[in-house]
């Protein structure tokens, strides 16, 4: 087994949180841990609640340094529980879940707290059942989640994650690109037709690339979900054909950058944006966090900060402006921990109005919202001063990214895999949907 790197402190930063929407499938839970190690499960409950002595968590997540909600959570934390400390494994965003999967694999209790990615690689641990059921080990209002816990649990009837994060996707842009080239700022209410319009105009005036798509298949595909009439487990997928073919125009003509070149030079979406090199972005909400940092830190960085704002995401024509993708990232508690107690008071604590806030002020939207949440958002240091970022909080409906589907993770396995064919152009438009079509409909029979 790899072995884990491990930072200790009280605070961590991490990473985006990608797509967690909900999960299907069904398993036994994994057992408590042995008799042997109950007087020692009991001692640190114990010690936790009365704060006479200190309980280490191991806490395991990705990119800490990248972004400021884990440590929002932590400090705030650890603030009112000083016994409490974190151990932090940081296994990077590159087959996190993965990764994670490896090492609760080994049934042991060395991880307490584990941070969850995405859907398929959650319905992944269910099955393997190394994850604590959390219907009764946290006390918690789960209709303040305004639907999503049910979307999160399993055909068992349990649920194993609570989010923490509930994001949206919006449009990133670059002020400054716009202002020298002259051009009209993108809007809180852009169609396809005119999303694809402003990247172009930018390219042909400013010189850069009009907009850079992320190499997940979020960015491209899910454009096409947003009618409310398609899911990504459906099992056909013709409705994503206008969308392929929007965007590989978009490439051949060289207004966005090209997607087998972004994956060979490694170029990241943030990076590009920064610098300045693409002059808008769509991307979930988790990158407000990251330019505020990165602006915050420019000068010592020896970089320019970035004068950006923030517009709705493009709808296609017949939708209302303010439909969007959402995404959660949730956190859950290991099935063979000793610290179980311990951990499920700080899942409980992850719920509460003092956690939701704590997230808000670093420019996290947290899964427990409420209308002082998206005022301390956009009153945080660095969030856009103009009355259209802060108009892009509002929104209009948000389709989760992918369903609850017991067959999420070979689902997306097949779409990942004709998006790649797809975009690097080894397959058609129209080859890559017909091998989703037949593939899927066979998974699902």
Wanted: charged share 20%; glycine share 8%.
């Amino acid at each position: 087994m790899r072995k884990m790197q491990r930072i200790t402190a009280l605070g961590l930063a991490g990473a985006m949180a990608l797509s967690l929407a909900a999960c299907g499938g069904s398993s036994a839970s994994t057992a408590d841990t042995a008799e042997s190690t109950a007087s020692s499960t009991e001692a640190t409950a114990e010690s936790t609640a009365s704060g006479d002595e200190e309980v280490t968590l191991t806490w395991a997540l990705w990119d800490k340094d990248s972004t400021s909600q884990w440590s929002a959570l932590a400090d705030t934390y650890t603030a009112s529980h000083p016994n409490v400390k974190f151990d932090m494994v940081d296994l990077g965003s590159t087959d996190y879940m993965t990764q994670l999967a490896t090492q609760l694999a080994g049934a042991n209790g060395e991880l307490d707290i584990v941070s969850i990615k995405d859907i398929p690689g959650y319905a992944n641990l269910i099955n393997l059942g190394v994850l604590e059921p959390l219907n009764s080990t946290l006390d918690i209002d789960t209709s303040k989640f305004n639907g999503v816990i049910e979307q999160l649990t399993a055909d068992d009837g349990n649920y194993y994650a609570v989010p923490f994060i509930s994001s949206f996707w919006v449009v990133y842009y670059n002020k400054d690109i716009f202002d020298q080239a002259g051009i009209e700022y993108p809007t809180n209410d852009m169609t396809m037709e005119e999303w694809d319009a402003k990247i172009r105009e930018v390219n042909e005036k400013a010189g850069v690339y009009g907009n850079i798509y992320h190499t997940w298949r979020s960015t491209v595909s899910l454009f096409g979900i947003l009618d409310g009439k398609n899911t990504i487990i459906d099992g056909n997928y013709d409705f994503l054909k206008p969308y392929y073919e929007m965007i590989l125009k978009e490439q051949q003509d060289g207004v966005i950058p090209n997607y087998g070149e972004q994956k060979t030079s490694g170029l990241h979406y943030s990076g590009a944006f920064q610098n300045g090199q693409a002059a808008m972005c769509n991307m979930g909400s988790w990158f407000l966090a990251t330019m505020q940092k990165y602006n915050a830190e420019a000068a010592s960085n020896g970089v320019q900060p970035v004068n950006f704002g923030i517009v709705k995401y493009p709808h296609p024509d017949g939708v209302a402006a303010g439909t969007t993708l959402g995404t959660v990232t949730s956190l859950a508690i290991n099935a063979n921990s000793t610290k179980k107690e311990a951990a499920a008071d700080f899942l409980n604590w992850c719920a509460s109005e003092e956690a939701a806030e704590a997230l808000a002020a670093t420019g996290n939207f947290p899964a427990v919202s409420s209308d002082k949440t998206s005022e301390v958002i956009a009153s945080t240091d660095g969030f856009p001063d103009d009355a259209n970022s802060k108009e892009a909080l509002n929104t209009t409906a948000i389709y989760l990214e992918m369903p609850l589907s017991d067959k999420a993770s070979e689902i997306e396995t097949i779409l990942n895999t004709e998006h790649d064919a797809i975009m690097t152009e080894s397959e058609t438009v129209d080859e890559g949907i017909a091998n989703m079509n037949e593939q899927v409909q066979a998974i699902l029979g």
